[in-house]
């Protein structure tokens, strides 16, 4: 199973993990994380996103290019106003990473299935086993 | 079809929570955590010490076919109820990442079926989200030599 995994995880594509990474290094800061939760609640205006913190607007739009740049929030427009909203196929990014994990402990557990179903139709069959 | 493993990683939460439905009824699960030879079976790993009770221990390892050791984990069992809950605390040796505690709840769900819980609680956010970046880490394969050099390009 091990090699196995290792082959899959080399196949992925280089910039795929490339873009993994960046997304983690994204949603690792707390502020950015703030941002993603104002952003997934209604699309908002940069004025109205640094409003919400103490820190200096420069620093705000720094964190809001970095989530732009990830593919975490996207722009768009109305009127005059730039808007950001969530863009989904960013979160899925993140989701996605989660799946070799899930992955990970559901190859285990259908070994420990396939294992104890092998132990109790042994023990139906002799009735020698503990 | 809706998935046996299911993982939960809430954004900003120091915890995982992984559930997955047996066909199995809930004390061949229990059975399976908890006897070495069984557990070295699904686990992939060698099992050097299985103490099942409160304030008991124990310990896992891999080794490659040369004899160098991949991966080491231990942990303090806190709570040990058959059939029903092992408290505990996991960590991996050598590796940087904080200990971990473990809920690990077992249900029987009608006749045939259990469902077993963990939920894993992190030192920190970020520990939680190192350990889902790096997926095989929480694993057997830490060392593996390939895996790490994917890592090392990573970084």
């Not at chain 2, 390892?61 to 109820?81: M, P, Q």
Request: overall charge neutral; aromatic content about 8%.
């Amino acid at each position: 199973m091990r090699s196995h995994l290792v082959a899959l995880y080399l196949l992925s594509n280089d910039c795929v993990m490339k873009l993994r990474r960046d997304v983690f290094q994204a949603i690792a800061d707390p502020t950015r994380r703030a941002i993603i939760t104002l952003v997934a609640a209604s699309a908002i205006t940069p004025s109205a996103i640094a409003e919400n913190f103490d820190s200096s607007r420069q620093t705000i739009s720094k964190h809001i290019q970095i989530l732009t740049e990830c593919e975490i929030l996207e722009q768009t427009k109305k009127g005059r106003e730039i808007y950001y909203k969530l863009n989904p196929e960013g979160m899925k990014v993140i989701a996605d990473f989660i799946e070799p994990f899930r992955q990970m402990w559901d190859d285990r557990f259908n070994k420990l299935e396939a294992l104890m179903k092998k132990q109790q139709s042994n023990k139906k069959t002799y009735g020698t086993e503990n | 079809m809706e998935q046996k493993t299911k993982v939960a990683a809430e954004e900003g939460k120091q915890e995982i929570i992984i559930t997955r439905m047996f066909d199995l009824p809930v004390e061949l699960v229990f059975k399976a955590y908890t006897t070495a030879d069984l557990i070295e079976q699904w686990m992939g790993n060698k099992v050097l010490k299985m103490e099942n009770k409160a304030h008991g221990s124990y310990q896992f390892e891999t080794k490659d076919a040369s004899g160098n050791i991949l991966f080491r984990a231990n942990g303090v069992i806190h709570e040990y109820i058959p059939n029903e809950q092992i408290t505990r605390t996991f960590e991996m040796e050598n590796t940087g990442f904080p200990v971990q505690l473990e809920y690990l709840s077992f249900t029987q769900e009608g006749e045939e079926q259990s469902k077993l819980t963990m939920q894993i609680i992190f030192k920190s956010v970020a520990d939680r989200d190192n350990l889902l970046k790096m997926p095989f880490a929480s694993g057997i394969n830490m060392a593996h030599n390939q895996l790490q050099k994917v890592m090392i390009q990573l970084n």
